[in-house]
């Protein structure tokens, strides 16, 4: 049916607790001075308490304007404007303020771009390794559609210490859910990043609830294993506006449980699956037992 599906109880945003308050306040303060926003803010992330507490962010770089319009996703559509070339120094210089020990680097996808935008990702890898060496980064790339071999090679040129691309959902929904990208490629983005960085730990996230049954997901995690992923986020899907696609299903807090084990028994080194998991969600804690 149309007809929206009720909140179960335990979809909630959690309040920052009272010991990362003064921590969130001091963060977003610094980030208004530099005139930069997180993607946690932007999105209104129900675990940004725990996020800065911890020293954890997620940045979205080359703009705000996609050239995709994914209908799950609240990121503006439009022409992007020209990449800002001071945008790496910028962001080092922000992270640096926010003394942050874990930051996930995402953008929105540049089709307009030759190189989708890899050349731009390499530099702001490359500058914040330069400027931080003791700072934990993950890239959320998205999937460079047809200019795939041109954006490995160049995303490879520096190395994150997690490479995280999302499938989002399974592959019978693509077309609804995904239009213009492709299952395989993203698998194979994947995997040939792994084989080029053998020592780049990498990750994938999906979102449940969009009519996806639990072995369409749990087949989805065994082709990820295939491809030699090896860190894992599904969460709850929540419809960001009555304009975006509805929700299907709340899965319930038993069957993330039993996704989280499936997992670890086809081998993902961690697994982060809960309600309200998303795919930077406790990234550093996920990360920690990295070596670099
Ligand atoms: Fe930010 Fe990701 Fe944490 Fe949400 S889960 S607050 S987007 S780092
Ligand atoms: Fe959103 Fe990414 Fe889709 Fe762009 S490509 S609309 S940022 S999910």
Not at 30 to 37: N, Q, V
Not at 59 to 69: L, Q, V, Y
Not at 78 to 90: F, I, S, V, W, Y
Not at 108 to 126: I, Y
Request: glycine letters at 6%; proline letters at 5%.
């Amino acid at each position: 049916t149309a007809e929206k599906l009720k909140k179960p109880r335990w979809i909630k945003a959690k309040l920052p607790k009272a010991k990362d308050m003064h921590r969130v306040t001091e963060l977003k303060n610094i980030m208004r001075e530099k005139g930069l926003h997180s993607v946690c803010e932007e999105a209104s992330c129900p675990n940004l308490g725990e996020c800065f507490g911890h020293g954890t962010a997620t940045f979205m770089i080359m703009g705000d304007i996609c050239t995709r319009k994914c209908p799950f996703c609240d990121v503006t559509h439009g022409r992007p404007k020209a990449l800002d070339t001071n945008e790496p120094k910028h962001l080092a210089e922000t992270v640096q303020a926010m003394k942050l020990k874990y930051v996930v680097i995402t953008s929105v996808d540049r089709d307009d771009l030759r190189d989708g935008g890899a050349q731009h990702f390499t530099n702001v890898v490359t500058e914040l390794r330069n400027s931080l060496p003791s700072l934990r980064i993950e890239t959320l790339v998205p999937d460079f559609r047809g200019r795939l071999s041109i954006a490995l090679e160049t995303l490879a040129q520096s190395a994150p210490d997690v490479l995280n691309h999302n499938l989002e959902t399974v592959p019978r929904l693509y077309e609804e859910a995904r239009p213009g990208a492709d299952y395989q490629a993203s698998l194979d983005l994947l995997k040939r990043f792994k084989a080029m960085k053998p020592n780049v730990v990498t990750k994938s996230g999906l979102m449940v609830g969009l009519g996806e049954s639990m072995e369409e997901l749990l087949q989805v995690m065994r082709d990820l294993r295939a491809h030699d992923v090896e860190m894992l986020t599904v969460g709850q899907y929540l419809q960001p506006s009555e304009f975006h696609i509805g929700v299907k299903k709340y899965w319930t807090p038993d069957e993330f449980k039993q996704v989280e084990e499936a997992g670890y028994e086809m081998g993902f080194t961690n697994v982060a699956s809960g309600p309200m998991v998303r795919s930077s969600y406790h990234a550093d804690l996920q990360a920690k037992e990295l070596a670099h």
